[in-house]
Structure formats: structure tokens, C-alpha cells
């Protein structure tokens, strides 16, 4: 396998497993009355407290959360409210202090680093609000770096990520670099990245927090196909029209959940009239 151009961070330096955990044939621990497979996430009295110094800081204060595949969440609260604790909680990039969780039926506390890895790198896409993209890079490289952190050989790579590129309509776009493209279109090369290795689920910290109302449009849109494909996606905002967009808002106040509610029928298509006849009566009464 060639090295991969890019520097690469030490925790990804590593030789892939032949066997990621994603695909690790494992028994599932059921409970009497829970559905045969395991939703997306669970996560159960869930805490987590930094410590500075002599302070602790209670970020999260016992959240449970069931999220059920292809589902599309959307988390709001005030700053500080603990909403990208949570989420670097969801994408396994930190650990709970107390509480479980579990992903697609998988208690990450059984987890290595290494599996925690294979996990993050198969399972899940991560967009945030400054996009991270890689500076002097262009972005067709950008796209690349989590097909070489997986070991994906360099014609594989190129033609996925120009796929991707494709899907959220950077096409004409894949050699310029980040500071060459406008901050939707960068947002665009972000969300190309994440969904290049084919996650189940897209995690998404106030990803169209620096755009414009048109770039956003373009940002929901292409999360709302994500979304029609199967991909559960949780998404942290605090623009109220685009939580809308979401099936589901769960709203964090000082650590917990202080809200939660289903969205699903607003943009659903309403249930078919009845085929009962309407009464001739009706029909006189609307005919004058
Ligand atoms: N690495 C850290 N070390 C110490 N305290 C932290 C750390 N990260 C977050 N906190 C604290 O935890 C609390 C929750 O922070 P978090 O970043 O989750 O909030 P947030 O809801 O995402 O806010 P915002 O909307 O401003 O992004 C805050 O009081 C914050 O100061
Ligand atoms: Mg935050």
C-alpha cells in the first residue's frame, strides 16, 4: 500500500484490520421485549464532567437517548448546553464519564482504540461548522484522506471521491483548494468526505452555522437525501427553520434533555381521503 501524501495523525497511523469491528459477526445482548435489532444509538444516564484544575464542569447530566436507523434528529439548545459533548459522544471521539452507550447494538465501553477506530471509520461521517478541511489541499485530496486512512487503494480512491464530489454537485470544483472555494461550496467538500466511506450515520455539529441561507438550502438538501438513502443523521443547530427540516428536535438545557419531539407528518405527505362518497347533501350545499 502506498503512504498516503498527507501527514497523518498519530491515533489513524495504523495498519487497517483485516476484519474491522463494523463487521464483526457479533451476537447482539437482547432483553425481553426489545426489537431484534438494536436501534442506532442508545444511550443510557449518560454524564460526562470535564475536570480543570480544582473545577468540574457537568457538561452532561444524565441524558438517555434511543435514535432508530435512518432517523433525522436535530439538537438544539442554548451555548453550552452540552450539545457538542454529546455529539463527540455519539461519534465515540470522547467517552461518557458515567452511562452507557451503545452503537448499532455495540457497547463501545468493550471497545480498544483500535476498534473504536475501525468503527468511527466505518460507521460514521463527521461535518462540522468550520468544515476542517485540509489547508493547500485540493479538494479531491480532502475527499480522499479517510479512503487512505482505511487502506483504499489509490484508483479506488480517486473515482469514489470524485464520485462524491459528484453527489453534492463539486463536479467542477475537485482541484481547487479550500481557500479557492466559497464557504458553502467548502461546507459541500466537507459533507463529500464525510459520506465517501459510505457511513451509516452522518453527525453534524452546526454545519451551516457559517452559511448563508442559500448554502444552507443546498446543505439540507443534500442531508435530506442522505437521509432518503437510509443514513441516520443527527444534526446540531440553532437555527430554529433548520431543525425543522428534521423528523425529530431534541433540545438540551444545562445538561439534559428538556425536550423531545417528533416532527414526522409535518413534511409527510398527509394520508389519503377516505373513499367513503360524499353525501349528495354535501355536494347540493357546495354546488350553490
Ligand atoms: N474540553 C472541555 N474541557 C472543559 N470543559 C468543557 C470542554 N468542552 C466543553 N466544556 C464545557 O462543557 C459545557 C458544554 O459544552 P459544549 O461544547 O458541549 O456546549 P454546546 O452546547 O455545544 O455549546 P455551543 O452552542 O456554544 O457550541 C460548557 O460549559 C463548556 O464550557
Ligand atoms: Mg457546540
Known sequence: MRKPRMPVPASVRRVPR???????????RRRAGRR??????????????????????????????QIDRGDFVAIMGSS?????????????????????????????????????SDLRNGKIGFVFQSYNLVARTTALANVELPLAYA?????????RAVQALTSVGMAERLHHQPSELSGGQQQRVAVARALVTNPTMILADE?????????????????????????TIVLITHEPDVAEQARRVITLA????????????????????????????????VAR
Do not use: W
Open 207 to 231: 454545519p451551516t452555522g457559517n452559511l448563508d441561507s442559500r448554502s444552507t438550502e443546498d446543505v439540507l438538501r443534500i442531508f435530506a437525501r442522505l437521509n432518503s438513502e437510509g443514513r
Open 36 to 65: 431484534p435489532r438494536p436501534p442506532a444509538i442508545l444511550v443510557e444516564q449518560v454524564a460526562k464532567t470535564y475536570e480543570i484544575g480544582p473545577i468540574s464542569v457537568r457538561a452532561l447530566r444524565g441524558v438517555s437517548l
Open 18 to 28: 483485516e476484519h474491522p469491528v463494523v463487521d464483526r459477526e457479533r451476537p447482539v
Open 254 to 285: 444545562d445538561g439534559r434533555i428538556v425536550e423531545d419531539r417528533g416532527l414526522a407528518g409535518v413534511h409527510e405527505h398527509p394520508p389519503p381521503l377516505g373513499e367513503r362518497p360524499v353525501s349528495p347533501h354535501l355536494l347540493r350545499r
Open 151 to 159: 487502506g483504499v487503494d489509490r484508483a479506488a480512491r480517486r473515482s
Open 80 to 116: 453550552g448546553s452540552g450539545k457538542s459533548t454529546l455529539m463527540n459522544i455519539l461519534g465515540c471521539l470522547d467517552v461518557p464519564s458515567a452511562g452507557r452507550y451503545e452503537i448499532d447494538g455495540i457497547d463501545v465501553r468493550d471497545l480498544d482504540e483500535d476498534d473504536l
